[in-house]
Each structure stands twice: as C-alpha cells, then as structure tokens.
C-alpha cells in the first residue's frame, strides 16, 4: 500500500487546513489509519488515529477540540481537518497506515504501531 499526503501549506494563526492522504491498495479499508507530525529539531509525535471502521478516534491533547480526523473509504482517502491552528502545529504532517484488527488506543498513539508511512506534508502556521 502506497500513501500519498497533500494540502499543507502556509496559514495564519487562527486559520484553518484540510490535509488529507489518499491510500493505493486493495486492503486501506481494513486498516487502522493515524496522522503524525515532526517540527524542525523535534521527535515525531502522534497527532490522530482512526480506526478501521472509523467508529473511534483518538488524538492527541494539544489538537483535541481543533482536529478532527475522517475517512472516506469509497476514496481510498483519510483526512485531517485542522482549525484554529497555532504557531506551535508547524511541522512536517505524515499519515500511517496500521494494523487490520483491534488496536488499543494506546497502540493506535505510537508511531511503532503503523507499517506504511507517506511522504508528508509541511503545514506552516505564521503568528
């Protein structure tokens, strides 16, 4: 399976991005799926995950409120809608694709959890 990340770019603080990341593959609809960023200097860091059947979501408490993740998977495409963003959201955003069964919430955060990674996309937040 293949991701392919789009829709960073440069905002204002307060503004607002819809990431989203298109999965080639006969099995993206069975899989967990998850959004992790790294700022320049920093380690990667778990944003939002979502699971097979998109009946969960979980994300990470700095962009709780703000973020919401979503999937389409007539698309083959996962999406990251990002709102009232903030200086601090710049980083380099990845989507993963994850495991095909029951993952607990605490595996759906860690970055070892997922198997396919795309390439990124920057988002740039200016204050």
């Known amino acids: 399976v293949q991701l392919q990340a789009s829709g960073g770019g440069l905002v204002q603080a307060g503004g607002s991005l819809r990431l989203s990341c298109e999965a080639s593959g006969p099995t993206y609809n069975l899989r967990n799926m998850g959004w992790f960023r790294q700022a320049p200097g920093k380690e990667r860091e778990f944003v939002a995950a979502i699971t097979l059947t998109g009946r969960n979501r979980y994300y990470a408490e700095s962009v709780k409120g703000r973020f919401t993740i979503s999937r389409d998977d007539a698309k083959n495409t996962m999406y990251l809608q990002m709102n009232s963003l903030k200086p601090e959201d710049t980083a380099q955003y990845y989507c993963?694709?994850?495991?095909?069964?029951?993952?607990?919430?605490?595996?759906?955060?860690?970055?070892?959890?997922?198997?396919?990674w795309g390439q990124g996309t920057l988002v740039t937040v200016s204050s």
């Open positions: 993963a694709l994850g495991g095909s069964g029951v993952q607990s919430a605490n595996l759906l955060r860690t970055a070892a959890s997922y198997n396919s």
